[in-house]
C-alpha cells in the first residue's frame, strides 16, 4: 500500500477536484485492492519463448544425424509458419505511425517465429552449403526478413534484434563496446563497426524525417551511436601509434553527441557520449602523467564531470519524474 | 532519516503518481496540478540515466582520490585503514549535505557518497582485523558483523534500498558460519521476511524505508529456499560459505525434507503473494519455482533436455496466455483484486527491450562471412540462447 498516495487522494477527492470514479480506481490500486500483472504475464511469456527457442537449437544440435536434415529443416519452417501465420491474422493494418501491439502475446510469437526461421536457414546453411564460402550470408537474408517484420508488425524489439543480426552479420558483438576497451580486436572490425553505426543513424535520421515509424529512432540511434563510440574507443586503446587520431576524432564524435543530448533533452544521448569521452580521455592521462599524477587529474575531472552536470541536471531532467 | 528527506520522499511519491495518471490519461492537467499543489516538489528529481552517470563520476572520483593519496603517502595496510576511516568521515559529511541540498539532492551523486562512505569504513575496520596480514575465521566473522551494521545503519539513515539488500546478505553469510548455519537459514529466513513485511504498508516509515524492507523479504526467502533446496544440501553450497563443513546440519532427514520443500517453498511464496497481492512475492515465487524445476531435472531425467525445454517453454507460454484470457473475460477484467490492465505501472519497455537483445542477438561471424571455418558439425552462428542457429546451453 502507498499510504501517502491514498491520502492524497482523498484531500484532492475532498477538495472536489477528483471525481469518484476516478478516485476510487485510484485508491484501490494505492491500497493494492487492485494489483496489475502485465508485466509478469508478458514476462513469462518472453521467458516461455525463450525456453522453446533453446530447446529447438538444442533438438537441432542433438538430433542432427537421427531426425535427417529434411525433417528438421521441414519441421522449423513448419512451426515458424504458424507462428507467423497467427501474427499476421492478428496483426493491425499497416501504418508509418505507432500501431501498438494487438495482445501480450503478439510480439513474443513474432519473435519466436523469426527465432525458429533463423534457426531453420542456418540449419540449412550449415547442412547443405547453399552459400558455399559466403555461408554468413544467411545472416544478412535474416535481418532484412526481421526488418521487414519489425516495421510491418511494429514491433521494436524484432527491430533491435534485426540490427544486431546485421551487425552480427559484420562480425560484431553485442558485447562490442566492453570488447573494444579491454580486448584486441582487428580494424577490419573496428570499420565495421562505425559502418554500421553509421548506417543506423542514417536509420534513426530517416524515421523522423521522413516519418517511417518515428518511434523507431531510439532503437536506431542508440545501437548506431554504441557502434560508433565502441568503434572509436578500440582505436584509441588499441593503436599504438595513430591513436592520437582516434583520440581527435572520439572528442568531435562525443562533442556531437554531448550536443545532441543536450539540446534534445535526451539524457541516454549524453551518458553515452559523456562516458565515451572520459574513458578515451583515460588513455590521454594514463600515457602523459606519472602514476600518481595520473590518479589526481582522474579524481580532479570526475569532479569536473560532476559539476557539469550538476549544471545541465535541469536540462536533462526526465519530465516524467518529480523528486 | 531527517524528517525533511522523509517528507521529500513523501511528497515524490504523490506526485510521481499524479504524473503516471496524467500520463494514462487517467487525469487532466488541472487534476495533476491539484496534486502537485498539495506536494509541492522541494527539488526537482532527474532521470535514471542521469543518477547512475553522477553514481559513476562519484565513483571514479572517490576511487582516484583514494588512490592518489595511497600512492603518495606510501600507506601499509594500517595506514590505509586510516586513510580509509578519514575518507569515510568525510563522504558522510559531504551525504548529509548534499541530502540537506535543496539544488542538488537526489540527482544521483548522494547515493554514491553514502555508497563509498560505507565501503570506506569497513577497508577500515578490515584493516584493523589485519593485524598480522592473515585472516582468521573470528576475523571474518567479526567483519560480517560489521558489515550487517554498517549497511543497516546507511540504508536506515540515508534510505536507499540496496543498502539495506546487501546489510541482509551479510546477515545471511554471518549465519552461515554458525552451527548450524543451515538450519539458521531456514528458520530466520522466512520469520525474517514475515517481520518485515509488517512494514511494508506502514505509513509510519518513509517510502525509501518501505522499499528497504521488500529488499529485506525477498533477500531473507532467497536464504530460506537456499537453505532448503535439495541441490544445495546435496552439494554442501551453504557449508562451503563458511569453509567448515563440520557445521553441516546432522539431522538425518534432511534430505527428504529438502525434496519436499524445494518444491513446496515456491508454492507457498506464490500462496502467500496472492493472498496478500503483493506483486513481489509472486515475482519471487515464479523465479524460485523455475529454479526448483531445474533443480528436478537435475535430479531425474523425465526425458531428454531439448524436450523439457520445449514442453516447459510451451507451458509456461500458455499458461500465462490462459491467465491473461481469465483476467481480459471476467467482470471488469479483473479477478480476486488482479488484472492484467496495465493501469499506471511503468512496463519497463527498455531493460526488456535490452534483455531481449542480449538473449536472442546472433553471435558475431568473420566480417562478411567470407572464408568462414565451418568445421565440426551444427553450430548455427547463433546466440546462446536462441536466434539464428541456436546453440542450445542451458
Known sequence: MNPEVVEAIGQIKGQGNLDEESASLFSRVARRELVTVRVELRLLISFGVLLMTTGAGLLVKEKIDDIGPLAIVLSLALFSALCLAWVWRRAVPFSWQEAGSPGLAFESVLLLGLLLLGSDLAYVEIRFKVLGESWAYHLLLLSLLELVAAYRFDSKKVLSVALTTFAAWRGLATDYPMRAVFSSSAGTLRFNALLCGALFLVGATLSIRRGWKAHFEPVWAHLGLILILGGLLSGVFEEKRAWLFWELSLCVVAAIVIGLGIRNRRASFFALGAIAAYVGALRIIFETLPHTLAFLVTAFSSIGMLLFLAGKRHALSDAGEAG | ?394
Open chain 2, 1 to 394: 532519516m531527517k524528517s525533511a528527506w522523509v517528507m521529500a520522499e513523501r511528497q515524490a511519491e504523490v506526485r510521481n503518481a499524479a504524473l503516471a495518471w496524467k500520463k494514462a490519461g487517467a487525469i487532466d492537467a488541472a487534476q495533476c496540478a491539484s496534486f502537485e499543489a498539495l506536494a509541492p516538489a522541494a527539488r526537482r528529481r532527474v532521470g535514471p540515466v542521469f543518477r547512475i552517470l553522477a553514481f559513476f563520476f562519484v565513483s571514479l572520483a572517490i576511487q582516484a582520490l583514494f588512490g592518489t593519496v595511497i600512492l603518495i603517502s606510501g600507506a601499509n595496510s594500517h595506514a590505509i585503514g586510516g586513510v580509509a576511516f578519514f575518507f569515510s568521515a568525510a563522504l558522510v559529511l559531504a551525504s548529509e549535505l548534499q541530502l540537506d541540498s535543496r539544488s542538488f539532492a537526489r540527482y544521483g551523486a548522494s547515493t554514491g557518497l553514502s555508497f563509498w562512505a560505507a565501503v570506506l569504513a569497513l577497508v577500515a575496520f578490515a584493516s584493523l582485523l589485519d593485524a598480522n596480514h592473515v585472516w582468521s575465521s573470528r576475523s571474518i566473522t567479526l567483519f560480517l558483523c560489521a558489515a550487517t551494521l554498517v549497511w543497516a545503519a546507511a540504508a536506515w539513515r540515508w534510505g536507499v534500498p540496496v543498502f539495506a539488500l546487501l546489510a541482509a546478505v551479510a546477515l545471511f553469510f554471518l549465519l552461515a558460519r554458525m552451527a548450524p548455519g543451515r538450519t539458521l537459514w531456514l528458520v530466520v529466513g522466512p520469520l525474517l521476511a514475515l517481520a518485515a513485511s509488517r512494514g511494508l504498508d506502514s505509513a509510519r516509515l518513509a517510502p525509501s524505508h518501505r522499499a528497504a524492507l521488500g529488499c529485506v523479504v525477498a533477500v531473507s526467502l532467497i536464504a530460506g529456499y537456499a537453505a532448503l533446496n535439495r541441490y544445495s544440501w546435496d552439494h554442501h553450497l551453504l557449508e562451503e560459505l563458511s569453509g567448515d563443513s563440520s557445521l553441516r546440519t546432522s539431522f538425518g532427514g534432511w534430505a527428504l525434507v529438502s525434496a519436499f520443500g524445494t518444491a513446496l517453498y515456491p508454492l507457498a511464496i506464490l500462496w502467500w503473494g496472492w493472498k496478500a497481492r503483493r506483486t513481489l512475492l509472486l515475482d519471487l515465487g515464479l523465479i524460485l519455482m523455475a529454479l526448483s524445476f531445474v533443480t528436478l531435472r537435475f535430479y531425474i531425467h523425465l526425458a531428454p533436455l531439448w524436450v523439457v525445454l520445449m514442453v516447459s517453454g510451451a507451458a509456461v507460454a500458455g499458461l500465462a496466455a490462459l491467465v491473461k484470457r481469465l483476467l481480459d473475460h471476467a467482470p471488469d477484467q479483473e479477478r480476486a483484486g488482479f488484472t492484467a490492465r496495465p493501469l499506471f505501472r511503468h512496463d519497463r519497455h527498455r531493460l526488456e527491450a535490452v534483455a531481449t537483445v542480449l538473449a536472442f542477438a546472433p553471435a558475431a561471424q568473420p566480417a562478411g562471412g567470407e572464408s568462414a571455418d565451418r568445421s565440426g558439425g551444427f553450430q548455427g552462428g547463433g546466440g546462446e540462447s536462441g536466434g539464428g542457429g541456436a546453440s542450445g546451453t542451458f
